[in-house]
């Protein structure tokens, strides 16, 4: 089998994520901030280390920044709907997934903020001085997401960041498909709120992700409630990360995302990043040959996640999927990927695409596999729009 689907859950993971998992539901098993035994203790032990391992990796220096969350989905929300009062500005793009396209949607209907959505290019490439001149008084929030899970194109963060903060305009970075992946320093960066989540390329489990906030940004919470601290109060706690994290926590999952994110500082992110490079160059290599394949995005190691998103003259993304599924054993993702802004802009909807997004534990043995099996597919039917039954091949 051949595991091509790491834009929506990394797999497989490193074997220290497991034993971290294991390690906690076996030996530890208590909640973390609600009891003063030894078990409980540890279980605040395990929190406290793997955010300060996600602080390293992305520059921060004070770990009680980060908020945890169940996903970047969350994460988004929470920055989103913290954020914006009614009648406030957001600038964002023509790129981003529903999970910063549905808050915005939501907030416009709920107390009247108004959005604008710069357009991309056909790659998914984003224009800073399109943005630049969208801003007005009342711009309260530029969000963009960091790299497309549909094209995988990266935006120009930093230089946006920059933009952002000269404006004075909080700044939020959609990391879901660059966390883990790509070099992310805050500071640098000009980031006020990094959303990330953990089964990605971050190589923890799902259930896990967060939000990172800037001091002196302060949010509404999401939630209120239980937090293990100020007990005897029944407004939410003032202070980060308690003000936001009400409920107990995802523990065994941010165990293994403790020890996923280890992973990645031990191997070094530029390690990680050179060999998806050298898988996605790989890929593009051999599928631009390919006379009826049609590539979407930059075609460019350099300017893009290690992701490439397809189609083949002739047949629907579904059924492509399904055939290299079921012929093929590689597991791909079709359709319109949670982006539906993204597939107008590069020409693809409201069929899709299909796509392929590496992970660091790919060959390229596979990256060949893959090859040959599309070609096989361009082949037998690419050449031809007639209608066909779907059937099991043989693997030569």
Not at 249 to 259: C, V, Y
Not at 323 to 339: D, P, W, Y
């Amino acid at each position: 089998m051949v595991y091509l689907d790491n834009a929506a859950t990394s797999w497989p993971k490193p074997e220290e994520v497991y034993l971290a998992v294991d390690h906690f539901m076996r030996e530890i098993g208590a909640s973390p901030g609600r009891s003063g035994h030894s078990l409980s203790i540890e279980a605040g032990r395990i929190l406290f280390e793997t955010r300060e391992a996600v602080a390293n990796l992305f520059g921060i220096t004070d770990s009680s920044r980060i908020i945890f969350t169940l996903n970047a989905t969350e994460a988004l929300n929470l920055g989103i709907k913290g954020i914006l009062t009614p009648g406030d500005h957001v600038i964002t793009t023509s790129m981003e997934h529903n999970s910063v396209s549905r808050p915005l949607r939501f907030l416009e209907k709920e107390i009247g903020i108004e959005t604008t959505a710069i357009p991309c290019s056909k790659e998914g490439h984003l224009d800073p001085g399109k943005l630049e001149s969208a801003i007005r008084p009342n711009t309260r929030l530029i969000v963009i997401v960091h790299a497309s899970n549909v094209t995988g194109a990266i935006m120009p963060v930093a230089q946006i960041g920059r933009l952002a903060n000269d404006h004075n305009i909080p700044f939020m970075v959609d990391a879901a498909q660059t966390a883990g992946v790509y070099p992310i320093d805050v500071e640098e960066m000009k980031i006020d709120l990094l959303a990330f989540t953990g089964h990605k390329g971050m190589l923890g489990p799902q259930g896990t992700g967060g939000l990172y906030i800037r001091e002196g940004l302060i949010l509404k919470p999401l939630l209120q409630g239980g937090t293990g601290s100020k007990s005897e109060e029944e407004d939410q706690p003032a202070f980060t990360p308690d003000r936001y994290e009400s409920g107990t926590h995802n523990t065994p999952g941010l165990a293994g995302l403790g020890a996923g994110v280890r992973f990645i500082l031990k191997e070094g992110i530029d390690k990680i990043r050179e060999k998806e490079k050298r898988l996605l160059a790989r890929l593009l290599s051999g599928l631009e040959g390919m006379e009826q394949v049609k590539i979407y995005g930059p075609k460019d190691p350099n300017r893009q996640t290690a992701l490439v998103s397809i189609n083949i003259e002739g047949i629907d993304s579904s059924t492509v999927g399904y055939i290299l599924s079921e012929n093929f054993k590689i597991m791909t993702r079709v359709g319109l990927h949670c982006a539906p802004s993204a597939h107008r802009t590069i020409g693809t909807f409201p069929g899709g695409t299909v796509r392929f997004s590496l992970g660091y534990f790919n060959t390229e043995d596979q990256i060949d596999y893959t090859i040959n099996s599309i070609q096989g597919i361009d082949h037998r039917f690419g050449h031809s729009n007639r209608k066909w039954e779907i059937r099991k091949w043989e693997v030569s």
